[in-house]
C-alpha cells in the first residue's frame, strides 16, 4: 500500500494557502476554506492510500475548488492565489481521473 504524496502535498498547499490569506489580509474566510477544503483533501489523500479507486472526497473537493478558484481568477484576473490553485485543483482532477481509467 503506497502512501498518496501527491494527494497529501496538494492538501498541505491548500490549507497552507488558506493560512497564508489569513496572515497577509486577515481574511478568516480564507483561513477556514483553506482549511475545511485542506482537510478533505488530506481525508481523500487517506481513503487513496487505503484503496486507489476511492476516489469521490478527493475528486469532490478538488473539482469544487477548481469550480470556486476559476471563478475568481476569472473576475480578477490575478494569478496569486486565484489562478495557481485553479491550476493544481484542476491537476488534481486530471490525475484522480487517470487513476480510475
Request: aromatic share 10%.
Amino acid at each position: 500500500m503506497a502512501l498518496d504524496w501527491i494527494g497529501f502535498s496538494y492538501a498541505a498547499a491548500v490549507a497552507f494557502g488558506g493560512f497564508m490569506g489569513y496572515k497577509r489580509k486577515g481574511s478568516v474566510m480564507s483561513l477556514m476554506a483553506g482549511l475545511v477544503f485542506g482537510g478533505l483533501s488530506a481525508f481523500g489523500a487517506y481513503n487513496i492510500t487505503n484503496d486507489p479507486k476511492d476516489i469521490k472526497v478527493s475528486l469532490l473537493s478538488s473539482g469544487v475548488l477548481a469550480v470556486i478558484m476559476g471563478m475568481r481568477y476569472k473576475n480578477s484576473g490575478k494569478l496569486m492565489p486565484a489562478g495557481i490553485m485553479t491550476g493544481l485543483s484542476l491537476l488534481m482532477v486530471f490525475r484522480l481521473l487517470l487513476l480510475i481509467v
